[in-house]
């Protein structure tokens, strides 16, 4: 005889959860390379505040997105995001996805 549980389906114990801010950072590291810049934020190379251009008022500044170091390690540390310098200081070498976390993008959002 069969008896009905009400409990959810459990997470696969591989099911990795990001917060928002670890999405973001890594839909940032998808559109491009990630480079050092001051006070510890990474972004994409040679990132400059933009316009948008269907504003009807007035020109309002796009800020340039941004990701922090200790998001960056947290998504190392998963095997979502990689350095591209192996021999040398990965402290301050740029970034990438790896396919890892373009298949979890591809996978969660």
């Not at 934020?41 to 990132?47: G, K």
């Not at 008022?57 to 200790?70: A, H």
């Amino acid at each position: 005889m069969r008896t009905k549980t009400n409990a959810a389906p459990a997470l696969p114990s591989d099911a990795i959860i990001l917060t928002p801010t670890q999405v973001r950072g890594l839909k940032l590291a998808k559109d491009g390379d990630l480079f050092l810049q001051e006070q510890n934020r990474w972004t994409h190379e040679n990132a400059t505040i933009t316009y948008a251009r269907t504003d009807r008022f007035k020109e309002r500044p796009q800020k340039v997105k941004f990701l922090t170091t200790g998001t960056l390690e947290e998504l190392k540390r998963h095997g979502f995001v990689e350095s591209l310098e192996h021999a040398g200081d990965e402290a301050e070498a740029p970034h990438r996805i790896t396919m890892a976390g373009k298949v979890w993008l591809f996978k969660a959002k």
